[in-house]
């Protein structure tokens, strides 16, 4: 029996796979190609800070023993596995850190979804660099672009879209480069919609699964691909069908907002580049509350601290608890605190990495102001709240009667005050230099800032570990 799609719905799928099919770098607008060029340097920059996490040595110990056709490279290593068990590696290594790019209004992490199946499969068909970020900015539009059609509602159910959304991200890229036609694509993203799962209990409970979210959005994307260039089929309608993603695992496919400007206006220009590892949505309050310490107040003259927040991040992002790292990097009332506390004993500019936010978790200095802190909804800030960005307000109370208050709307890295490439380049070569060498950082950065010349994706994959 063949199914019918009902008249009144609009193939969005289909516009989707024909999107991503016909994409190619030459159409795509300059600042389009610049962007991806950043993107490309900031995933390896996460990379490099997440090869001394313990859950990647985990996932490595997992896999050891499973075999796999030596075709794709594991990050900053000699070791090469079969494409998806390397998209999943990489996925962990740059993906679970909270340090990479960001849509706000998305509520997900395109990159670290994507870039990882573009490399596995760059290396399997010989891709160039132009291909590659072409197949790149085909797959952040289609994560991106999906996450808006489900969201808010899919946040408020439960569930996480890097994982979630991001699995069509992965496809959508993982097709492209594979040079599949319309009805291949449409198939990949059919069969990724099967794939699609990643709920956030973590925020409540802890645990250390958001830090497998990106790698398994990754490497569902490339085995969809790979099954649909076999001639495997996938629902044809799978975002927009009465029992396909957008209703299944939200409250509905907002059509608008997928399809709305697709091939002409590239909605990954408004990725939040982070200066912090830690969620996008509390970057605001983290620069507000720097700017308090700096002008001369200290921990122990603050008696009390509020916290003006947008009603989405309410019990997600505003929980006290922060006994794990990844729940201190996802609340503001502890991000607030730490950097009230460095920011006032420690020059500028001031970073929040994933190792310094570990190494705080028992301070008691960072514990007693949290104790003290207070999220509430702020309409301004609320107000504020764009699909590319979120505000955010400080108010910090002293002992001694006055009060000090930040407000900032735009937080630094998003569009509006986004990292240029240099800027970019600078955060790579600090975190790469120590792990790599100066030499080897410096060498790889001049051929990423020149992506359309390098003719294999073998060029990219020079770096090591010391």
């Known amino acids: 029996m063949t199914y019918e799609r009902p008249p009144a719905i609009t193939p969005v799928t289909d516009k989707v796979a024909e999107f991503v099919r016909s994409l190619t770098y030459e159409s795509l607008p300059q600042n389009a190609k610049n962007q991806m060029t950043i993107a490309l340097i900031d995933y390896f920059r996460a990379g490099i800070a997440g090869l001394s996490m313990p859950w990647l040595e985990k996932v490595k110990a997992a896999f050891d023993d499973l075999g796999g056709a030596p075709i794709s490279s594991v990050l900053y290593s000699d070791q090469r596995t079969d494409p998806i068990r390397a998209a999943y590696i990489n996925g962990t290594i740059t993906g679970s850190l909270d340090w990479d790019d960001t849509h ?172 912090h590892a830690a969620s996008a949505r509390v970057l605001s309050q983290i620069e507000c509350a720097e700017t308090i310490a700096r002008s001369g107040v200290k921990p122990e003259d603050i008696e009390a601290i509020e916290i003006g927040v947008s009603a989405v991040i309410v019990g997600r992002l505003t929980l006290k608890e922060a006994g794990t790292l990844q729940q201190a990097q996802m609340s503001a009332p502890y991000t607030t605190a730490l950097t009230l506390v460095l920011a006032s004993e420690t020059p500028p500019p001031l970073i929040l990495s994933v190792n310094t936010i570990g190494e705080h978790l028992g301070d008691a200095r960072v514990r007693a102001l949290v104790d003290r802190t207070t999220c509430v909804v702020d309409p301004e800030i609320d107000a504020g709240l764009t699909d590319e960005y979120a505000a955010g307000r400080v108010t910090v109370a002293l002992k001694d009667g006055r009060k000090v208050s930040e407000t900032v709307m735009l937080p630094k890295g998003c569009w509006k005050r986004q990292m240029e490439l240099d800027e970019i380049a600078e955060r790579f070569k600090v975190v790469a230099s120590p792990v790599v060498g100066e030499d080897a950082a410096a060498s790889w950065l001049a051929k990423a800032m020149q992506p359309d010349a390098v003719k294999s994706a073998a060029e990219f994959l020079t770096m090591r570990a010391k």
């Open 104 to 275: 706000v209004g998305a509520m997900l992490h395109p990159g670290v979804v994507v870039w990882p199946g573009v490399f596995a499969l760059a290396e399997k068909v010989g891709a160039t660099g132009e291909q590659m970020l072409a197949a790149a900015a085909a797959g952040y539009e289609t994560d991106i672009r999906v996450g808006l059609g489900v969201q808010p509602g899919h946040f408020k159910r439960g569930f996480q879209a890097t994982a979630t959304c991001g699995v069509f991200g992965s496809a959508a890229a993982a097709a492209h480069i594979l040079g599949l036609d319309k009805d291949g694509v449409r198939n990949a993203l059919g069969i990724a919609g099967s794939y699609a799962g990643g709920v956030t209990q973590f925020f409540l409970s802890g645990s250390e699964v958001k830090r497998l979210h990106a790698s398994k959005a990754a490497a569902a994307g490339v085995e969809a691909a790979l099954i649909a260039a076999e001639g495997v089929s996938g629902p044809r309608d799978v975002l927009e069908g009465i029992q396909g993603f957008g209703k299944a695992l939200g409250d509905g496919l907002d059509e608008d907002a997928v399809l709305d400007g697709l091939g002409e206006e590239f909605l990954f220009m408004g990725l939040q580049f982070k200066p």
